[in-house]
């Protein structure tokens, strides 16, 4: 049993269910953290599992986020049938169903980030007619104990687009791509990353990304969280392990999470203008995420690991500013091809903005709605958003020799700039403000305000620290 069942209606699921005789019903959902959750039932039982598609379940929600207070924590996941797919890992049988979260009152959880997300969209969209696609490049290392000396050993960090068998996790990668594929979520392509490293107890750590076709935010923050549930089941298959994180040391490449944007209107890509350059859409939306960058990172580079990727450089952003090329920009334009002649309908979102501060441990759908207020207030502050775009860029002359503000330097800096910029976020009720005012909370708690220092003055604890969020997120 593989691939991906199209359900419209909970009666398909149980034909489904009865003719493959599978097992397990999982109820799966997305939380605070970003893993995938499961809560499994006896699939045989068939007026159970029809009482569960049309009512859901109850569960703890203070336990899956930290905004929910635990005397009021009973909320319901709802699954959502059109969002069905065979869990390739089981040994038995297994369908899972993708849930959404309600309140007591069966409407979509305020809290839930999703349903932020969704807001953000609505927003952007009833007050500019644009609507958002992203892609993400999903960064990660493949951790393996050796037992012996590596055949063919690469030098450090000089793993960018290795083949076999100096990348020797290419069957491993390759693999997930055809899974990921199977299960319905569509890949732009993976290869091996620039990050290898082989540790003083011979374990090997190196380092892939995964590319995916430009989707909705929603569908690309779904996306995000299941494909890193597919990665680490497969790499357990094979007896490795997989790390998000941000950073796993100091001298080596970390996982970073580019997301890469394109604007529709009217279903054509506002982006590039009639000369096939950049136009002033486009730019009003760089401002707009220029102007928010810092308080951005709240939602997309959420620990302290976070920021030793920015303070650590290995082609990492730490200057607010955009670029036409520069990797070391906060924002950069990717090559457009073109040298193509195509119709621009044809072209869709070929053209892209890449904003390359997020990591994997970010809150996706959180990050999104982030990016989705930041890009409505460019679109509709004009004159501040196109000022940033020709203050900030670094190839202009009068930016050549300006120093640029830079990202924050831990989470409670970060916390800083969500506390200044929280009305913009939490106008028309987007972000609620609880939810807020936990963000905040969360990032102060780390008490990281002198991580730069700590990073010469304690290198023994930054290493700690970095063990800690090896499998975090």
Not at 141 to 152: D, H, V
Not at 422 to 447: G, H, M, Q, S, W
Request: proline share 5%; net charge positive.
């Amino acid at each position: 049993m593989q691939g991906k069942p199209n359900f419209t209606e909970n009666e398909e699921v149980l034909r489904f269910i009865s003719e493959k005789n599978v097992k397990i019903l999982n109820l799966c959902h997305i939380p605070e953290d970003g893993r995938l959750k499961t809560l499994s039932f006896y699939a045989a039982d068939r007026d159970k599992v029809e009482e569960i598609l049309e009512f859901g379940e109850r569960v703890d929600g203070s336990n899956l986020f930290s905004f929910i207070d635990p005397d009021q924590s009973d909320i319901y996941i709802k699954p959502q049938v059109n969002k069905a797919f065979i869990n390739p890992f089981s040994a038995m049988p297994t369908l899972n169903i993708l849930c959404e979260y309600l309140d007591e009152n069966g409407k979509p959880l305020p809290m839930a980030p999703k349903n932020v997300l969704a807001k953000a969209e609505e927003k952007l969209y009833s007050s500019t007619g644009v609507t958002l696609k992203a892609l993400a490049e999903l960064e990660f290392y493949i951790i393996a104990k050796q037992e012996g000396e590596t055949l063919f050993p690469n030098n450090s960090d000089k793993n960018y687009h290795e083949s076999s068998p100096f990348a020797m996790f290419e069957n491993l990668r390759n693999e997930i791509l055809v899974t990921l594929a199977e299960m319905g979520i569509s890949t732009k392509y993976g290869h091996s990353e620039v990050g290898y490293r082989i540790s003083k107890d011979n374990t090997l750590f190196e380092q892939h990304e995964i590319e995916f076709t430009p989707q909705s935010l929603g569908k690309t923050a779904e996306n995000v969280a299941i494909s890193k549930w597919v990665i680490r089941n497969i790499c357990l298959k094979h007896g490795v392990a997989a790390s998000f994180s941000p950073k796993i040391s100091l001298e080596h490449a970390g996982n970073g999470m580019h997301i890469h944007l394109c604007a529709l209107k009217n279903n054509k890509n506002i982006l590039v203008n009639d000369k096939a350059a950049l136009s002033v859409e486009a730019k009003k939306i760089i401002g707009g995420l220029l102007r928010f960058s810092r308080s951005l990172t709240a939602f997309g580079n959420p620990t302290p690991v976070s920021h030793i990727r920015f303070i650590a450089h290995k082609e990492s952003p730490m200057q607010i500013c955009w670029s036409a090329r520069n990797r070391l920009a906060l924002i950069r334009i990717p090559l457009w091809w073109n040298f193509k002649k195509e119709k621009r309908e044809k072209r869709s979102c070929r053209e892209t903005i890449e904003f390359r501060a997020p990591d994997p441990l970010a809150n996706t759908y959180l990050l999104f709605a982030g990016i989705a207020t930041a890009t409505t207030y460019g679109l509709r502050n004009t004159k501040e958003a196109l000022r940033l775009a020709r203050d900030l860029h670094i190839e202009k002359s009068n930016a050549k020799n300006k120093k640029f503000e830079s990202l924050p330097r831990s989470c409670s800096e970060s916390a800083d700039n969500l506390k200044k910029d929280r009305k913009f976020y939490e106008a028309d009720n987007v972000f609620p403000k609880k939810l807020i005012d936990k963000t905040i909370e969360k990032l102060k708690a780390y008490n990281d305000k002198n991580l730069r220092e700590n990073l010469n003055k304690k290198p023994k604890d930054i290493e700690k620290m970095l063990k800690n969020y090896l499998h975090y997120g």
